[in-house]
């Protein structure tokens, strides 16, 4: 641009800071997404008429309208304009909104600047008609001069123009009363045409030289006589003479750039550098990239790493930009508040100390112990005390921790009454546009930095896409590597660098956005990337050529302590085996820390029980099961820790598991603590009420127990199950006759353990059930004496009528859809009736003359094979999907020569189909 054009940009920019710049928008913006220009519109109405040598377009249009119609005229013009669509706001709508002119007035009649108002956070009154005038409350408006498509009242024919007064005479005053008080800026027309020279003939005829200063930016060369003509009319013509014609999109994009209140200077020195970044000195700390967004050094400097900012010109630069000026200032900024290691030829400190906000520091410590309430009630203590004391970036971080933090404790009941905004307003957005229309040049930086990367979750957008490109460079990486290749990059301590950026800048600015799915979806991420490093370490080399650079043999504290409260652990599984990984090798000081955790929770959920603290034990018990842990002594203490309550069933379950992973690695003198856990586990299961879901969800996991018990009942038989609560019980049943029926309560505890229990309980429940037996059958608990049948414990051989016609009475019963049952009484009755038959409690004859077998066919697979002799393909993979070992199948299944001749040419067809691999 020449000296001329580059005054204009000043004043311009002075009247975007002074809020006072309207921006009028032509056909020419909206060309760029790929709508026609008003030419092209014309053109389509000349070439119907044959009217070529026509070069009013007024007339034009004026002639298709009188020929054809209104319904026709409209139908033509929307077969034009919304012929597409995938039409969209294209990056010229992003700049005007960025620049936030006061007003903006369009004259085009598609919705794309509304789309792009819908999406952002900038809010303006729509005005399409006169009647819109009335109810518009906004101190800023977007201005449809020429009307709307949909309300099929645009001006576009010559009598529209005629009677322009007449039909918009409520729009057309409000504009000259805009355009008498505020600067005008014209981009997207031509100086040709008419509708630009109409919007002129408005501000030259009413106001003359009182008008302020209009401006008209166009990317095509002008020439000196016409743009001389413009100015002593009062429009300055902006244009850039090296704009080719397939550019002038881009043109228009970069000239709008330029138009930004704190973006126009190019700094020289490190003064004029610490000017255009010091406002961000509010913040105790600032992510790199956003530090060079604000310095305005364009194509001068790049980040070549996200730590290391150079100077393009190195030679010429380094030795005369920190001479005089404050350096000081700006290095004491760069060493304290960034995590740059290297800043235009400064080495930075290496080990940077963060502070936190102090201000907001007590609020959000709060907020970390879930203290939810109270966190809120202290923010917006904090942001009226801020507000007061003009401390406005402490009061917009403030008042965005209230209304954010209240996504947490919707969930505790509801919220208390908060204190008022020392404002009297509750929509912080009416605040910041306050503050940036009458605020110093600092404030006004400030807000619109908070709008940009806090209030619309900027900051994290931004990271959350380069940790997806990272992580897309990991997996070309590792794909690479498995297939012999070579790779030398950067990528794992770049990802670890911006996770630990986005962290700190979190933590250390009290940002209260840990609950938000945008900030786990990167936690995701950022471990999906760590995973693929830790997976390179567990390659074998494809060659002696082959190797990377993205390798971690284990993961340290540093790589997943602030992993585990975020992710999504229910992804592990899937993660594990997309990359054949089966544990994670860790640091012990990682096992040491997740151990301190668990413990911790456990302990604060005994003393008071908290939700979000129970949530909180079930994600560390679950991520330490995907660890490799070689001692089972940690896991017993903390299995002894553990509240058994309604909240932690799946945490005991969880503890169980890995144990029991870990069976062979139990040492003989490690299973009295063992047992003992055990045992205290279950005495308190046993004191729930029967009819508590809390005992119901803990028997369903009594097959973890079982597991564990007969390992150390094989080595160590004095070592049984005997809960304290249990002797007692059982004898207090035996000798007190009111008190026999109880004995049902204990069912699924006797059918898991009895083969575990002493031998002196083991009489005890002997006599108990040789007393129930004798029972009046309306007293008798059927259910309980078919179970203790069925386990061979005890025989209830003068029930054996009743137990078979309470199977028969379950084959019989009829589950329908609508009426569901789990588990289906038919499926029990025939497990029932395969494991009587197994065991020799009935004969074949007895329950055939009960049972009609050909109705019982598919229900299941083992009787199916068993009892009726169905050999198929169907039932022999149903057998193999429910016990997931072949080996084991033919072992009960191919006792004769047929049956495992049968079973072994069915695996062979499988395999030959592709269906099966063989594993060693």
């Not at 393909?873 to 072992?891: A, S």
Request: charged share 30%.
């Amino acid at each position: 641009m020449n000296s001329t054009s580059n005054m204009a940009l000043k004043h311009i920019n002075e009247a975007a800071r002074n809020n006072s710049l309207i921006l009028f928008v032509g056909a020419g913006v909206s060309k760029n997404s790929g709508l026609p220009s008003w030419s092209e519109l014309i053109n389509v109405f000349k070439e119907e008429m044959d009217l070529q040598d026509e070069d009013d377009y007024l007339k034009v249009a004026q002639y298709y309208y009188d020929s054809v119609g209104q319904q026709k005229y409209f139908q033509k013009i929307q077969e034009v304009l919304q012929n597409d669509i995938n039409i969209n706001p294209n990056e010229i709508h992003n700049q005007i909104l960025r620049i936030r002119p006061r007003h903006i007035i369009t004259t085009n009649y598609d919705s794309l600047i509304e789309d792009k108002i819908d999406s952002s956070i900038e809010k303006y009154e729509v005005i399409k008609q006169d009647s819109d005038i009335p109810y518009a409350q906004s101190g800023r408006y977007l201005i449809k001069m020429h009307g709307d498509l949909a309300l099929k009242n645009i001006v576009l024919k010559e009598d529209d123009y005629l009677d322009y007064e007449k039909n918009f005479f409520m729009v057309s005053t409000l504009i000259k009363s805009l355009i008498m008080n505020n600067t005008v800026l014209f981009i997207g027309y031509s100086l040709n045409d008419s509708t630009f020279n109409s919007i002129f003939r408005i501000i030259q005829d009413s106001f003359g030289e009182n008008a302020k200063k209009a401006y008209f930016y166009t990317a095509d060369r002008q020439n000196s006589a016409k743009e001389e003509y413009y100015k002593h009319k009062g429009i300055t013509v902006i244009s850039d003479e090296t704009t080719s014609s397939d550019c002038l999109g881009e043109a228009t994009i970069d000239f709008l750039k330029n138009i930004l209140s704190f973006e126009n200077v190019i700094p020289k020195s490190s003064t004029e550098l610490w000017d255009n970044v010091n406002f961000l000195d509010n913040l105790p700390f600032v992510q790199t990239t956003d530090v060079v967004s604000v310095s305005n050094l364009k194509s001068k400097a790049l980040l070549y790493r996200p730590d290391l900012l150079s100077w393009t010109d190195k030679e010429n630069e380094d030795s005369k930009f920190f001479k005089k000026g404050n350096e000081d200032k700006l290095i004491k900024f760069i060493d304290e508040k960034t995590f740059f290691h290297s800043f235009l030829g400064y080495q930075s400190k290496e080990d940077v100390n963060v502070l936190k906000n102090q201000v907001l520091h007590d609020a959000y410590e709060l907020y970390l112990n879930h203290k939810y309430e109270e966190a809120r009630l202290k923010f917006r203590e904090i942001a009226n005390y801020s507000f007061k004391n003009k401390d406005y970036w402490n009061y917009l971080l403030a008042e965005f921790n209230v209304n954010h933090i209240g996504v947490f404790s919707s969930f505790e009941g509801t919220l208390q009454a908060l204190p008022e905004p020392i404002t009297g307003i509750n929509d912080p957005n009416k605040i910041i546009e306050s503050l940036k229309n009458n605020g110093n040049e600092r404030t006004k930086k400030l807000c619109q930095f908070f709008q940009d990367n806090i209030e619309n979750f900027g900051f994290i957008t931004k990271k959350f896409s380069k940790m997806n490109r990272l992580l897309d460079k990991l997996r070309n990486e590792r794909n690479n590597y498995k297939e012999g290749g070579i790779s030398w990059n950067s990528n794992l301590p770049l990802a670890k660098f911006e996770f630990q950026e986005l962290l700190t800048f979190i933590t250390a600015n009290c940002i209260t956005v840990f609950q938000y799915r945008k900030f786990k979806d990167v936690v995701n991420r950022y471990f999906e990337c760590l995973l693929i490093a830790y997976d390179n370490s567990q390659q074998k080399a494809k060659n002696d050529f082959s190797e990377t650079s993205s390798i971690m043999k284990r993961f340290q504290l540093d790589d997943i302590k602030n992993i585990i409260p975020y992710m999504d652990i229910k992804n592990i599984p899937a993660l594990f085996e997309s990359y054949g990984i089966k544990d994670l090798e860790v640091d012990d000081d990682v096992l040491e820390y997740i151990f301190t955790k668990i413990s911790s929770l456990s302990k604060e959920i005994h003393d008071n029980y908290d939700q979000d603290k129970n949530s909180q034990l079930k994600i560390y018990i679950k991520f330490l099961s995907y660890l490799k842990i070689e001692s089972v002594n940690k896991i017993v203490d903390l299995l002894k820790e553990i509240p058994i309550n309604f909240h932690t069933h799946g945490d005991v379950a969880n503890l169980l598991r890995i144990i029991v992973n870990l069976k062979d690695k139990i040492s003989e003198d490690q299973y009295v603590d063992l047992v003992a856990a055990l045992n205290d586990i279950l005495n308190q299961i046993l004191l729930f009420e029967d009819t508590s879901a809390t005992k119901e969800f803990y028997e369903k996991k009594y097959f973890l127990y079982v597991q564990l018990i007969d390992l150390v009942f094989k080595k160590s038989p004095e070592l049984i199950v005997k809960p304290e609560s249990l002797q007692k019980s059982l004898e207090l049943i035996n000798y007190v006759p009111e008190e026999l029926t109880e004995i049902t309560r204990y069912e699924n505890f006797i059918v898991n353990f009895y083969e575990y229990l002493s031998t002196k309980q083991q009489k005890l429940l002997q006599q108990i059930f040789t007393k129930y037996e004798k029972v009046n059958e309306n007293e008798l608990n059927i259910g309980f004496v078919t179970e203790i049948a069925i386990h061979k414990i005890y025989g209830f051989n003068s029930k054996k009528d009743i137990i078979l016609g309470f199977v028969v009475e379950k084959l019989n019963s009829n589950n329908e859809p609508l009426a569901r049952i789990i588990p289906n009484p038919k499926e029990e009755g025939v497990r029932m009736l395969f494991n009587f038959i197994q065991n020799g409690y009935f004969t074949l004859e007895q329950v055939k003359s009960k049972v009609d077998f050909d109705d019982l066919k598919g229900v299941l697979p083992e009787f199916d094979w068993k009892f009726l002799n169905i050999y198929s393909d169907e039932v022999i993979f149903k057998l193999v999907e429910k016990y997931n070992d072949f080996n084991w199948v033919k072992k009960f299944y191919g006792k004769t020569d047929e049956e495992a001749k049968i079973l072994d040419e069915w695996l062979i067809d499988q395999a030959m189909k592709g269906k099966i691999e063989f594993k060693e």
